[in-house]
């Protein structure tokens, strides 16, 4: 890519990912269109298509690959940012299937498991009630800001809340 062609432009398509203006969703399809844009949801990476030609594909907001007109291409990484809040409403996040528990650490012994903890009891929070999360300095992936441990490999994070 030459150095600044569509430095602009990638800041432009971020931004509209990030804070999508006049949401309105399709009842029929689910599909959801905002200022400059629509966000198709599919399994696995999100799609998004932009009124300026661009594409978009994200791998639950920790990479975005955006495909300009001319077929020309831009991979951003995402691992230093925080999902947005919209991402999380939307389920556009990545969860484990064999987790942990965040209050204590216990690993789930199976895919399909209920969703407490088998060892403190406790339920596994949903992302898209607590808002923030937070990475794991471990894994590099992303968990629930308040957790002491981290969903994806167990690992105590050094600052946790200890009122949980």
């Keep these: 890519m030459r150095e600044g062609r569509w430095v602009g432009m990638v800041a432009e398509i971020l931004e509209m990912m990030a804070n999508p203006k006049n949401l309105r969703v399709d009842p029929e399809t689910g599909v959801e269109h905002f200022d400059g844009g629509t966000f198709i949801p599919i399994t696995g990476p999100s799609r998004y298509e932009f009124s300026n030609g661009a594409r978009a594909f994200t791998n639950n907001f920790t990479e ?36 942990h528990c965040i209050f204590c650490g216990w690993k789930s012994p199976e895919k399909i498991d209920p969703e407490i903890c088998r060892s403190c009891q406790k339920p596994r929070p949903s992302p898209t009630l607590s808002g923030k999360m937070k990475p794991c300095e471990e894994c590099r992936q992303w968990t629930i800001e308040t957790a002491v441990c981290c969903e994806w490999c167990g690992g105590k994070f050094k600052e946790a809340n200890k009122d949980l």
């Design 64 to 99: 975005v690959v955006i495909t300009f007109p001319d077929g020309e291409r831009v991979s951003v990484d995402w691992e230093t940012a925080e999902p947005s809040i919209w991402a999380l409403q939307q389920g556009n996040f990545a969860r484990p299937e064999i987790w």
